[in-house]
């Protein structure tokens, strides 16, 4: 592998490398974000350190027995950015192989392994995203198009107001119901400023298309910690719309991520209130009580269920309730019951009147 920038030596014992990543093309929001640069490393070895000419704000690091979204199997590792003008250096953080991580505007990043000690593992892949120009200066601005909504119906951010990738591709998928809300978090940064969810949106649609190999988000909704609501995988808001969140599960069921890492911290009472009105509406739609319970049957094996076999969950669950993952963190679990209640309250409550 050829390095510039970041000489190999003994001291640092780093494998640097020199990554470019392509620059936004055009003003246009329609204009598809660019492709993710990856580094691979084909044998275990030292830190990863690579520099950027042109700034990324995701990132990702996937080895080859990580599983998207977590999992069995799935590492952990550690990571900085340096940020683009100050040149400063994030704290480190640690993330779960293939889970996105939120940066902020950066131009290099350096990757360690979680444990003492240990070293990276044989064929990673470091992926870095740009999520390209922000829709908002030539789209309908963001509260325009949150106010689309109206009566009991929670307010949705529609694709074009985060600035969707759209083209030819596959026909959505429709499943006959919504029986269950999956709730995840997206396992990265909870320092983001609100006026960047946009952009965190259009980095995750990137990964999950470009790195994970999906048509389209995975998720159905994406809610930020200031209450705003994403809508997500291509097919209609509102309609059942089958997307890929939860292994096993996602037919006739809605997978809603709130944006942040909710292990030890709690997601905001903004954030929760949001899932709860969205759980109340999209479960209500078709008739269900979102603090009942509700039998549903794995597709697949999927690690922790065999392939017909059935199990009952809450109407509103976490991820980890039917998948090998923390996913979405161990205090937002903790919260869906209260979140439960919330989204089974009457609707003068969670919206205001009708």
Known sequence: MRTRGFPLTPLT????CLLVTMAAVGAEPATPPPPPRAVTLTSAGAPVLANARTPFSMLAVTA???????????????????????????PWTVVEGGEPW???????????????????PAGLRLDLVDPGPDPRRAAAPVPAAYARAAGSRPRIVP????????????????????KAV????????????????????RGLQTLHQRVNGWKDLGYNYVVDKCGTVFEGRAGGSGRPVTGAHTLGFNV?????????????????????????????????????????TVELTSSIDNGR???????????????????????PGSALYRQLPALRDAAAAPFSDLFGGR
Do not use: K, M
């Open 252 to 292: 006739d069921t809605v997978g809603v991520a709130v944006i942040g890492h909710y292990t030890d911290v709690e997601a905001p009472p903004e954030a929760t209130a949001a899932v709860a009105r969205l759980a109340a509406w999209a479960l209500g739609r078709f008739g269900h009580v979102p603090s009942g």
């Open 305 to 327: 269920f065999r392939a017909g076999e059935r199990v009952t969950v809450e109407r509103v669950s976490g991820h980890r309730d039917v998948f090998a993952t923390e996913c």
């Open 182 to 201: 999956f709730v995840h978090h997206t396992a990265q940064s909870n320092d983001y400023d609100c006026a960047d969810s946009p952009a965190v949106v």
């Open 102 to 120: 939120w940066a902020g505007p950066s131009d290099a990043v350096e990757v360690r392994a979680a444990g003492a000690g240990g070293e990276l």
């Open 159 to 178: 694709r074009d107001g985060w600035g969707a990738t759209e083209g030819p591709g596959e026909e959505a998928v429709y499943g006959r119901d919504v």
């Open 13 to 16: 014992a780093a494998l640097s």
């Open 64 to 90: 080859p027995g990580d599983l998207p979204g977590g999992g069995p199997g799935a590492g952990t590792y550690r990571v900085r950015a340096r940020q683009r003008g100050s040149g400063h250096w994030s």
